[in-house]
Every structure is written in structure tokens, then in C-alpha cells.
């Protein structure tokens, strides 16, 4: 039964993390990643931490070939890169796009695991901390994305939840990590019974966000939380949901879509 579980959790992870990366808030844009993270870096700190560096995985050699396998050598600009990307990640100054922007730099040049094993470190040296458990969990979700190993997708989903849930036992207004958290369990089985848990969190979201002034990722949360209700079957609280958002966030279309579409589906036949 528990293996069943965890077979199961992995593949909603999985499901999750692809949906939440392409539907996520931030929408970066794509650009040379050395430069991305080099500059948030130098935005944010005065100096680099010292990382630990491990080469990247090389690609397989064709089978053709008779040139012995090498393991492409790390440069400079590659040990900068992943330093400023881990910095970006953890620095207090970073926006949520600044973060999310870290994670696609890691993620492309295939240094994540190395990231969550520095992650990792700098948690276990400081324990107080709640954004080393919040951006942890991130990359462990994002590392769910890069194997096709359902055991293996498993276990960093549940690493994931466990980093968030570390992050906000520190800190209860962690925004990435009790969004992400409530995001990845909307995908989860649903005899785990995980809706009333998604709901709250949304809901406190929520009131946390409504006193601070607005952010664009705040949106997210009106639009997790309608679809939620809407699967559960509340159409009515759905529609609440997004209402509240789009008074909010008028230029989200999502928002607006969502909206528009739960309107017309209240409405009265023949109107």
C-alpha cells in the first residue's frame, strides 16, 4: 500500500511540476543563463559563497564512435554561473522572478542536483533559516522533472513537501514555499484526501498576501485556489475566487478567462 503511494505521489509530481512551469506566475524570459544569473548575483551580494563544484554529467558518446569518453572539463564562467544561480536563490533581495530565474538557469545547465546538494550544506549549517528549506524544496520539485523514474520522482516530491513544510514551521509567511506546496498537492491522488489541506493553505495565502502590497505572483494563488474549488465541485466558491482576484489583478488573463468562463456557465439559459 505504501509503495502504491509512493508510486502514485510520483507521478503527480511530475504532472505537477510540468503544469506549474508552464503556467507558473513569473513567465521569465529566456536568455543567456552565465548572464542571468551573474547579474541578479551581482545585485544582491558583494561576494559569491563558496560552493562546492561537481562536473556536469557528459552527454553519452555515439555508439560509432571510438574516442574514449571524457568528462567535459568545468570552466570558470561555469563554477560563476552556478555560484550567482545558488546566491540568487537564497538572497533576501531576490524577487520571486529573480528566484524562479535562478531555477531555470540551474535546471538548463544541468547543475540542479549539484544546487540542492549545496542547498543542503548551507541549511545544515544554518537551521534557523527558512528560505534554505524553501528554495530546496523548489529544486527538489524541478529535479522530479529531469528523470522519468517514477521511485525516484517519488522521493523528491516527498523531500519537497518536507522541505516546505520545514520552511514554514520557521517562517509561516514563506510564500514560495506554502504556494508551491499547495500547487504540487492539487496533483496528488486523491484518495490522499489532500483537498481541505490545498484549500487552507490557498485561503491563508490569501490573507497574507491581501496585507502586502500586490505582487504579480499573488495572482496564482485566486487561480489555484478557483480551480480547486471548481474541482472539488464548488462552482460557486470558484467563482468567488477568481472574482476576488480579477479585482485584484485586472490584467491577469487567466484571471479574466476563468472568470468569463464560470459566468457564463452561472448564467441562466437562453441569456
Known sequence: MKR?????????????????????????????PVVVATQVAQAHTSQPAAVKITPKTPAPVAAASNQPTEKPAVTIQDNVAFAAAVDALVSPKSSYADRQAALKQLTESG??????????????????????????????????????????????????DKSFETALNLDPANWDARFTKA???????????????????????????????????????????????MQSGQADLARQAWERGAALFPNNQELQNHLAAATASAAPAGQ
Open 111 to 160: 547543475r540542479l542536483q549539484d544546487a540542492t546538494a549545496e542547498l543542503e550544506r548551507r541549511m545544515s549549517e544554518d537551521t534557523n533559516n527558512p528560505i534554505y528549506p524553501a528554495e530546496l524544496g523548489q529544486a527538489y520539485l524541478r529535479l522530479c522533472g529531469t528523470t522519468k523514474d517514477v521511485r525516484a520522482q517519488a522521493i523528491w516530491a516527498m523531500s519537497a
Open 183 to 229: 500547487v504540487a498537492m492539487t496533483y496528488w491522488p486523491s484518495d490522499l484526501n489532500k483537498g481541505p489541506e490545498i484549500v487552507d493553505n490557498f485561503n491563508t495565502l490569501i490573507a497574507q498576501q491581501e496585507k502586502q502590497a500586490p505582487e504579480p505572483q499573488f495572482a496564482g494563488t485566486y487561480d489555484w485556489l478557483g480551480k480547486q474549488y
Open 4 to 32: 502504491s503511494i509512493l508510486i502514485l505521489t510520483g507521478l503527480g509530481a511530475a504532472v505537477a511540476v510540468a503544469a506549474f512551469l508552464a503556467a507558473r506566475p513569473d513567465k521569465t524570459t529566456a536568455t543567456d
